[in-house]
């Protein structure tokens, strides 16, 4: 079964960056989509970006430009979000998500636990 | 970018009553929209996708349908089960974004 375990909870300081990490196993790893989307506590869902864990390529939401890096580990099979330059705001927890099927990047069929980036001085 | 809203914020609905909840696409997004189930603590879960498949193993109480920009989520009647939070998620273009609604929260009346 699909399965997606992603890294423990982080807390880090204003200006500092965070690296989630998110293992999947239960399916080829590199023929997925996968997502990485956030919440802010109480706050709805907010979609960060996509990566295809084939050749690595990647879209970011605007907002986030410049800000995140997303890679994978295809030995490994496990993707890498990466937020640069944390604020306050940026307190929420991440998910990462894999598309529901090959052809479709954009549904999102099975989500990881979540990992709490708490941003505070 | 293609804006999500949903109506209305909060619905409050007694069980066994039925639960149509709204979502609108500021451009279209021809059938390329999705629904999901979130409860406190926990992943979202995928229950509609197309506008109108459902995922496996939902209940056939839930029920999308639309396309272009007016979109509809349906529970037929509600169980205690189904209180929660409901989004939609537009996955028309390449390159994204693939964005969210703001969600709509049922709730028990």
């Known amino acids: 079964q699909v399965q997606l375990v992603q890294s423990g909870a982080e807390v880090k300081k204003p200006g500092a960056s965070v690296k989630v990490s998110c293992k999947a196993s239960?399916?080829?790893?590199?023929?997925?989509?996968m997502h990485w989307v956030r919440q802010a506590p109480g706050q709805g869902l907010e979609w960060m970006g996509i990566?295809?864990?084939?050749?690595?390529?990647?879209s970011y939401a605007q907002k986030f430009q410049g800000r995140v890096t997303m890679t994978r580990d295809t030995s490994t099979s496990t993707v890498y979000m990466e937020l640069s330059s944390l604020r306050s705001e940026d307190t929420a927890v991440y998910y990462c998500?894999?598309?529901?099927?090959?052809?479709?990047?954009?549904?999102?069929?099975?989500w990881g636990q979540g990992t709490l980036v708490t941003v505070s001085s | 970018e293609i804006v999500m809203t949903q109506s209305p914020a909060t619905l409050s609905v007694s069980p066994g009553e039925r639960a149509t909840l709204s979502c609108r696409a500021s451009?279209?997004?021809?059938?390329?929209l999705a629904w999901y189930q979130q409860k406190p603590g926990q992943a979202p879960r995928l229950l509609i996708y197309?506008?109108?498949t459902r995922a496996t193993g939902i209940p056939a109480r839930f029920s999308g349908s639309g396309s272009g920009t007016e979109f509809t989520l349906t529970i037929s009647s509600l169980q205690s089960e189904d209180f929660a939070v409901y989004y939609c998620?537009?996955?028309?273009?390449?390159?994204?974004?693939?964005?969210f609604g703001p969600g709509t929260k049922v709730d028990i009346k």
């Open positions: 998500a894999r598309a529901l099927v090959i052809a479709v990047a954009g549904t999102i069929g099975y």
């Open positions: 239960g399916y080829t790893f590199t023929s997925y989509y």
């Open positions: 990566i295809n864990p084939s050749g690595g390529s990647t």
């Open positions: 451009q279209s997004v021809s059938s390329n």
């Open positions: 197309g506008a109108s």
């Open positions: 998620q537009q996955y028309n273009n390449w390159p994204p974004p693939f964005t």
